[in-house]
């Protein structure tokens, strides 16, 4: 079968490579590309969806994202609603984004952005550092990883979702009890998608009901965030220090006032990043359930946007 590859801003290659060597797949296209599209049966991409792609591909049966997250897809309206689209859930993405968490989440806990400050003035500063009650906001294949591991690690975890789950040692909410889940966090941690009900949910409503002095992290994406409310709510200490590693324009404008805040630390959407070649193998799986018409893996659902 034919793939046409659209890899944005990383460079394809791992991608070609791996691909070609299956037994699937007769040609890798990568885009942008003059070649004839008529036999593609697969759209593998990651963001920006290049405008007009689809009407290239008359032969289309199959859409991946080559992320986790599909809201450069779903809010697309050249997608067409009968189309499977499936999406990346892979023990590397999961295990790196949990590694990011518990990094961002110890730094807070050690103070340590405070401690590299008095290194600076050869200053020996010890301190006693509290236990934290961190929040998961999205209780999916990464949020779910991550209250279970930071549990396991002995912090309490509190976790919310849109159905109900139970998790082992974590206290879990859902739907309307997000101001009980909310008011006793040390730490929110973001990793909801971003659907109609969840854009901006990051916002002065939702920075009301929180703790006074939360740490924020968010690792899902921008828009989820009210970047003004944020900046308000740093300003008046609601949220004591934020660690962003997603915006709402991407890379993050130079001029933007994050860059220069003194309580908010960015990087650059790497919480996580698809690794080729551990994604590779479910890529090529769906391939194969094409080829024998058998049920995709990892297919997300259009009405529910997530
Ligand atoms: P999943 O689809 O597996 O999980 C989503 C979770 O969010 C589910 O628990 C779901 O609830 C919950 N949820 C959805 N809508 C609501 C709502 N309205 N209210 C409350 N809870 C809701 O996603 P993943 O865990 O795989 O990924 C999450 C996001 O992380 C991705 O969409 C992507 O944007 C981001 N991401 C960021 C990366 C980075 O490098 N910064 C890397 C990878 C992903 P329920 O369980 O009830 O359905
Ligand atoms: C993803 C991402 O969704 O890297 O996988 O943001």
């Known amino acids: 079968m034919e793939i046409l590859l659209s890899t944005g801003n990383w460079p394809p290659k791992a991608w070609v490579e791996g691909l070609s060597k299956s037994n699937l797949v007769s040609a890798v296209h990568v885009w942008p590309t ?17 405008a007009g792609i689809i009407e290239l591909l008359p032969n289309l049966k199959f859409i991946s994202s080559i992320g986790a997250g599909v809201d450069h897809l779903l809010g697309d309206s050249q997608i067409p609603l009968d189309l499977p689209v499936a999406r990346i859930v892979d023990e590397r993405l999961t295990g790196d984004m949990t590694n990011y968490v518990m990094m961002a989440v110890v730094m807070h806990q050690r103070n340590l952005l405070h401690v590299l400050e008095n290194q600076k003035q050869a200053k ?17 294949e990464l949020g779910g990883h991550l209250a279970r591991t930071l549990s396991g690690a002995g912090f309490e975890v509190s ?3 849109r159905s109900s789950k139970q998790i082992d040692r974590v206290a879990t909410f859902n739907g309307a009890d997000r101001s009980e889940f909310l008011k006793d966090l040390d730490v929110l941690v973001n990793l909801l998608p971003v659907t109609s009900e969840t854009e901006n949910i990051l916002n002065k409503d939702l920075f009301g009901q929180i703790k006074p002095g939360a740490f924020l ?25 934020a660690m962003l590693d997603v915006f709402k324009e991407e890379p993050l404008p130079s ?33 194969r359930r094409l080829r024998d018409g058998e049920k995709f893996l990892h297919l997300v659902d259009l009405q529910r946007g997530y």
């Not at 003059?34 to 290049?50: R, T």
């Not at 899902?220 to 609601?238: P, S, T």
């Not at 650059?268 to 070649?277: K, Q």
């Open 34 to 50: 003059e070649s004839d599209l008529s036999n593609v049966e697969v759209l593998l991409v990651w963001k920006p969806l290049p």
């Open 124 to 140: 020996w500063e010890r301190h006693h550092y509290p236990n934290l009650r961190v929040g998961v906001m999205g209780l999916g």
């Open 217 to 241: 992290i968010n690792v899902a994406r921008g828009a989820h965030l009210d970047e003004m409310d944020l900046l308000d709510a740093l300003e008046k200490g609601i949220i004591s220090r």
């Open 159 to 161: 976790g919310y979702s």
């Open 255 to 287: 001029d933007h006032p994050f860059w220069g805040h003194p309580k908010i630390t960015i990087t650059p959407h790497i919480a996580s990043v698809t690794t080729p070649a551990s994604a590779m193998k479910l890529v090529l799986e769906n391939c």
